[in-house]
């Protein structure tokens, strides 16, 4: 079983709507969660990080934790061409392995004019 | 400014040959990561240290080895057992006991020639 799942992409929506980016994972001890975002030939960028269950907002950004369903989610709202880029959910295992972090194969999201 | 270091940015490597990826950091952190991306895929592990003089395996480790001589160093040498090595590397490094998040050098592209 895989650790981390996104769903599949990729996603495609117009400028200023919102883009919903979903992760799955798999132990139920991780503790930190993080959304990055990559751009094609660049190394992963950090936008979101979120701890406790419920809503972190950060300008158009909201991350969602739902330790219980083991999900968690980005929204993106108001989006903006310049969002268009590959989103990596990441989980922080420390149950298993200190410090090990567990990446899912992305959500690629465009958004077009 | 503090941050992760990778050299050389671009790479090529002849059949047989062995090469080191150099990745340094000023962030004081604990531990450091190794990931391969190939095109259109997630970041796997290849290797990853918690401490200088130790080092485990990721998912991905033959055909890979690394040092963590010094606690800011932890070189990549993709050998001549590694069979498809073109793909982008990328070293991260993360604070153990904060739970914060990794940071990313800027990648080294390998490609075999």
């Known amino acids: 079983q895989k650790e981390v799942e996104q769903n599949s992409g990729p996603l495609s929506v117009p400028e200023g709507a919102i883009a919903s980016l979903n992760c799955t994972y798999s132990?139920?001890?991780?503790?930190?969660f993080f959304w990055y975002r990559q751009y094609s030939g660049k190394s992963p960028e950090l936008i979101m990080s979120?701890?406790?269950?419920g809503d972190k907002e950060d300008g158009r950004f909201t991350a969602q934790l739902n330790k219980a369903s083991q999900y968690v989610s980005l929204l993106i709202r108001d989006s903006q061409p310049s969002d268009s880029a590959t989103y990596l959910c990441a989980v922080n295992n420390r149950g298993s392995t200190l410090g090990r972090l567990y990446f899912g194969r992305g959500t690629q999201l465009t958004v077009w004019p | 400014d503090g941050g992760i270091t990778q050299s050389p940015k671009y790479l090529f490597r002849k059949e047989g040959q062995n090469v080191t990826l150099s990745c340094e950091q000023n962030l004081n952190h604990d531990a450091m990561y190794w990931y391969r991306q190939d095109p259109g895929q997630g970041l796997r592990l290849i290797y990853y240290?918690?401490?200088?003089?130790?080092?485990q395996k990721g998912d991905i480790a033959e055909g890979y080895s690394v040092s963590r001589e010094k606690k800011e160093s932890f070189p990549l040498t993709v050998t001549s057992a590694q069979k498809n090595p073109t793909a982008f590397y990328l070293c991260?490094?993360?604070?153990?006991?904060?739970?914060?998040?990794?940071?990313f050098g800027q990648g080294t592209r390998l490609t075999v020639v």
């Open positions: 979120i701890y406790s269950n």
């Open positions: 240290s918690q401490i200088v003089n130790d080092f």
């Open positions: 991260a490094s993360t604070d153990l006991f904060s739970n914060t998040e990794a940071f």
């Open positions: 132990d139920r001890v991780s503790q930190s």
